[in-house]
C-alpha cells in the first residue's frame, strides 16, 4: 500500500511522553484522506489528544481518532 504522508509528533508531545521521536505513515487509502483532511481542521489539543493515544496505545493515528471518537463522540 502506498503513503500519503506521514505526521510528525510535535517536540512538545515528544517531551511529554518521553520519545525520542515518532513518525505516523498515512496510507493513500480513501480513509487515510479522510483522516488528512480531519487534521488540517483539527484544533491542536485534539491533534495532541489523537497523537497521544496513538503512542500509548502503540496503534496508528486513524485507529486512536476512530476510538475518541467512539468513546466521546460529543466533543468531536
Given at each position: 500500500?502506498?503513503?500519503?504522508?506521514?505526521?510528525?509528533?510535535?517536540?512538545?508531545?515528544?517531551?511529554?511522553?518521553?520519545?525520542?521521536?515518532?513518525?505516523?505513515?498515512?496510507?493513500?487509502?480513501?480513509?487515510?484522506?479522510?483522516?488528512?483532511?480531519?487534521?488540517?481542521?483539527?484544533?491542536?489539543?485534539?491533534?495532541?489528544?489523537?497523537?497521544?493515544?496513538?503512542h500509548e496505545d502503540d496503534i496508528s493515528v486513524m485507529e486512536a481518532l476512530s476510538k475518541i471518537e467512539?468513546?466521546?463522540?460529543?466533543?468531536?
Amino acid at each position: 500500500m502506498s503513503k500519503l504522508c506521514s505526521l510528525h509528533m510535535p517536540p512538545e508531545i515528544r517531551q511529554d511522553l518521553l520519545v525520542k521521536e515518532s513518525n505516523y505513515d498515512l496510507p493513500n487509502t480513501p480513509e487515510g484522506i479522510k483522516f488528512s483532511l480531519w487534521w488540517d481542521r483539527a484544533l491542536g489539543h485534539e491533534k495532541r489528544a489523537v497523537l497521544r493515544l496513538a503512542h500509548e496505545d502503540d496503534i496508528s493515528v486513524m485507529e486512536a481518532l476512530s476510538k475518541i471518537e467512539k468513546s466521546i463522540p460529543e466533543l468531536w
